[in-house]
């Protein structure tokens, strides 16, 4: 496929450091609970314990052969990655993205690779969004974002087409690379980070069990050493178009 893709994501102005920045009082009082859990068939064990943002942990979800196997695929055909919004090309987001074809000679294992994430969310491939690959190079980076939508005043909202298929509910990002520490991935208000481990995979829901978003998903792309980053990431939405 080689062609950039708009991420549709949203971006605050700054990276906070991870211990710096409190929970919100008014956050913290009013928040909603992310109780109960979904009903997925990721065993509870690989979810991280905390009672603000359901998100899970597996190790090893690619072996060393898959992950280069997708490496493989993407090449060099990546393009400067883009946010929505009138200004698509934004400094606080600097990495390269390439998005996989659903045809051709990589189709089977992009799509083998959607079903197992579909199997393991109880979800439907009409649901997923194209698969894509991030590419960080050194000091590129994207800072604290979300990966849900605004309610107002965005694309979203002023297109029928993208309130019919609803929420990006579920992000999914697997590690193809493994780097040094402080290259990875932040979720700055659950003071959580994680260092790329190749193969291993962050599954988080981006909304609470009403459907509204849950604002401690923001999470941030640390800027990468001078190990080159490469991240799958795969999103999927509440309800078919």
Known sequence: MGVAICDECNSETVAPPMLALPIPIAERADR???HPLSNTKIDRKYRLDNDYLELYVIERFL????C????????DNVQRSIVRGRYP????????TYRFANTGDMSSAVRALQHRVCGLL???MTLAEPLTCIT????QQFRAHKDYFDDEGSIYQSCDGERR??????????YLTEVQAGSGTRFHRIRQEFTPEQGTALIWNNLYPTGNPNHYSHHIGLPAGKEKKLV???MFRQRQN
């Open 136 to 139: 960080y190079t050194e000091s």
């Open 63 to 66: 072996d060393e052969n898959q």
């Open 232 to 234: 799958l990431t795969q």
């Open 165 to 174: 298929r609803g929420q990006r509910q579920w992000s999914v990002l697997i």
């Open 122 to 124: 109880q979800s439907d």
């Open 68 to 75: 280069a196997m997708f490496e493989g695929m993407i090449g």
């Open 32 to 34: 909603e609970s992310i």
């Open 89 to 96: 090309i934004y400094e606080g987001r600097t990495s390269s």
